[in-house]
């Protein structure tokens, strides 16, 4: 039987830690502020955006939210990011992907100041992090490393697999891992005999957009389980990448959906908005 990881209690934990601080940086005289931006109706996205604010009020934060119709042209997104990149309140600007097929992705996310890439999502960050000099780490792979780490689970000499490539999720969640010493390898949709690969693992880490796509006999008698998953069933009902309960029996530990992984992202988003806030006062002293 797998121990449950509660990623709701241990996001509560982390996010107490980042109030405690956010009150004593308030004290020195700075307001962690976070512009989140989101372009067209979306409606996954907007209950996102909305979660991201309410947690931004929650822990102390200004917040800023930018609806913005579906039809806003890439130069006034652009104008938008250059305004807020030199707003002295703003410490963080996060835009909510996906954007309309009509945007460049790409140019938005270099637009941002990477001081304030509280996604690390500028092509700057993705370098720091390959490097291990980062200010910042991307939420959801963060958010995952976090639930390891509270877990006790050691990473080091472990083999790790994930199943997804995204620049998001999949690539540095790798990198993460690698970090932290585990052996890793990444699978996708061209993989060979995939779930030979998935039953090699003692730490198996899922992003890869289909419902219960892993199943109990695709993972080994002990794994590490975490799904980064949030699809919806074939009754409509919220569920991860992994079938919960054929691997329950079998995974030492194991993410449920919702309340695994997905509080944890949200809190990874206000601790690199303090940190861009504490980054912030250190360059004005310089
Ligand atoms: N869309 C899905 N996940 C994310 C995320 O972590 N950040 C942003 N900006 N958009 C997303």
Known sequence: MAKIIDGKYIAQQVRCEIKAETQALI??????GLAVIIVGEDSASKVYV??????CAEVGFHSENYELPAETEQEELLSLIKKLNADPAIHGILVQLPLPRHLDENKVIAAIDPKKDVDAFHIQNVGKI???QYDFLPCTP???MKLLEYSGIDVAGKDCVVVGRSNIVGKPQAMLLLHA?????ICH?????????????DILIVAIGKAKFITGDMIKEGAVVIDVGMDRDENGKLCGDVDFDSCFDKASYLTPVPGGVGPMTITMLLRNTLSAAKLSMKQDIK
């Open 27 to 32: 004290a020195a005289g700075i307001r962690p």
């Open 50 to 55: 909305r979660n991201k604010i309410k947690a």
């Open 130 to 132: 390959m490097l291990g």
């Open 181 to 185: 010493n585990g052996t890793v390898q």
């Open 189 to 201: 949709s061209k993989t060979k005999n995939l779930a030979e690969k998935t039953a090699s693992a």
């Open 142 to 144: 963060a958010g995952v």
